[in-house]
């Protein structure tokens, strides 16, 4: 079995993200989604939100699932017997961040592969933030995320 790890805070999920999980599920037998409980981030939503979200919006995808996770990335791909990390790649501009995590978890865990795939074109300009700010305008987001996200969104931003 070939389990692999998404992670990432998916603050919302995009289109783009999904995309990516989408493709992964299609090669490898198991994707998780890890979502990142990261103390020094303040995100829109919740861990709970963003895992229900996630879980709506993968359902039809029957070797997918979403956790949450907290502390050393490579530990948890350890614990959940994941042979690599699946990250996604929009411009140059995520290259430096992307090749040092991925140096700094290769030393820690020789064993745990990182596999980049890049985005789709349709969806290189789309970032969790992008999407918070068109929202935050009530611009219309229903092209940039999937239908489950964009309603949270509306509720979020209308309240
Ligand atoms: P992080 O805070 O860890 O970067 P994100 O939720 O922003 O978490 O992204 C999770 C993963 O999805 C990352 O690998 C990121 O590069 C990838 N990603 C985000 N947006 C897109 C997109 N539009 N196309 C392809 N990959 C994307």
Same mark, same amino acid.
């Given at each position: 079995?070939? *389990?692999v790890i998404c992670p990432? !805070?998916?603050d919302p999920l995009?289109?783009?993200?999904?995309?990516?999980i989408t493709r992964a599920s299609q090669i490898f037998d198991k994707v998780i989604v890890a979502v990142?409980?990261?103390? *020094?981030?303040?995100?829109?939503? !919740?861990m709970d939100e963003r895992v229900e979200m996630i879980r709506e919006s993968t359902k039809h995808l029957n070797n997918v699932e979403v956790e949450s996770y907290s502390g050393l990335l490579v530990d948890y791909a350890r614990q959940r017997g994941a042979c690599a990390i699946v990250r996604?790649?929009?411009?140059?501009?995520?290259?430096?961040?992307?090749l040092m995590h991925a140096s700094v978890n290769r030393k820690l865990a020789p064993?745990?592969?990182?596999?980049?795939?890049?985005?789709s074109?349709?969806?290189s300009f789309l970032s969790s933030s992008v999407v918070k700010e068109v929202a935050a305008f009530h611009?219309?987001?229903?092209?940039m995320v999937p239908s489950a996200v964009a309603e949270k969104l509306k509720e979020k931003f209308n309240s």
């Open positions: 079995m070939k *389990n990432g !805070s998916f995009t289109n783009g993200h999904l995309d990516i990142l409980h990261n103390p *020094n981030k303040k995100p829109l939503f !919740s996604g790649l929009r411009a140059i501009s995520d290259f430096e961040f992307e064993e745990v592969e990182t596999v980049y795939m890049m985005t074109n349709e969806f611009g219309e987001v229903s092209c």
